[in-house]
Structures are given as C-alpha cells and as structure tokens.
C-alpha cells in the first residue's frame, strides 16, 4: 500500500508528462489509455495553475509581483527620471524591519546624506556608485555591481547613485 498522497501522486504525474518527449507523447496518444487521458492531458496546465493560485496562505506567505510594485519618486523634491522607491516591508520612519526597493537613474547622485539607521543593501542589476564623507566628490565614488552589498552605518554621511 503506498502513502502516497492524492496530491503527491498527481504532481509525480505532472513531473512524468513535463519531462516526456514528443516521441512520447505520440506514443501514448496511438493507445486507448492515451485517448482516454487525453482530455486529462489537456486541461493539466489549468490545473496546476489553479491549485498552485490557492495553494498560499496570505496570513503566512506575501507575495509581490514585480509587475505590481508601484514606483514612485524617492522625495517630492527629486527631478523627474533621477531616483524613484518601493516599500515592500515595513516603512523606512517605523521601528522594526522594512525593505524598500531604490531605482537609480542613470547620471543622477544624491548629496551627502545619513541616516538614523544602519542600511542594508543589495545591489540587484545594474552599478551602484556610493562613497562616504561630506565632501561631495562623484569622481571618488566606487561602483558596486549586481550582487554587491553595502552596508551604510548610522549617522554616518554618504552619497550615491
């Protein structure tokens, strides 16, 4: 007796048929059986999907899209096309832990600056210019490319973009 569930049973199939060649296909579909599952067959994809679309509990696991951030400018002030943000955890003027998302633009840096907190950074695609100190020196600045991390310590002055 297997125990094996239902769904386990299922998904092995889903596995077995995504990985089967044309050859293997044509095959199953010459026979009786494969005739017979051919409807099955069909709607499989639309059944994953499905049950994959009610499979998350929001009250235990978020998920964002990246086609649902909604980017906006990172201060009022800031030109258009310069730096823009999303909040995706928590919030940057609230204790606790928060992630926002930065999207430099490119030729844009912003001046000396702190924070009341230490920042934890990654870069995710692209080239993050950053230095240290309140002398403004863009020349001085040292590139961290996709992969990078910079760590910016508290009430210490920074500049980047």
């Known amino acids: 007796m297997s125990l094996a569930s239902p769904t386990t049973k299922f998904e092995d199939f889903a596995r077995v048929l995504t990985s089967a060649t044309d050859g293997d296909l044509r095959d199953l579909a010459a026979t009786r059986r494969g005739l017979i599952l051919a409807p099955f067959l069909a709607a499989l994809p639309v059944a994953l999907l499905?049950?994959?679309?009610?499979?998350?509990?929001?009250?235990?696991?978020?998920?964002?899209?990246?086609?649902?951030?909604?980017?906006?400018?990172?201060?009022?002030?800031?030109?258009?096309?310069s730096v823009e943000t999303v909040p995706v955890f928590g919030a940057t003027d609230k204790a606790g832990p928060y992630v926002v998302l930065v999207k430099w633009h490119p030729g844009y840096m912003s001046a000396p600056h702190t924070y009341v907190t230490d920042r934890l950074c990654f870069v995710i695609s692209g080239t993050w210019w950053v230095n240290s100190g309140e002398n403004f020196e863009p020349e001085a600045t040292v590139p961290v490319p996709a992969g990078g991390f910079v760590r910016r310590v508290a009430h210490t002055p920074h500049y980047d973009g």
């Open 50 to 81: 499905a049950a994959s679309a009610h499979a998350i509990d929001p009250a235990q696991t978020q998920v964002i899209l990246p086609d649902q951030y909604q980017w906006r400018p990172a201060l009022p002030s800031a030109p258009a096309q």
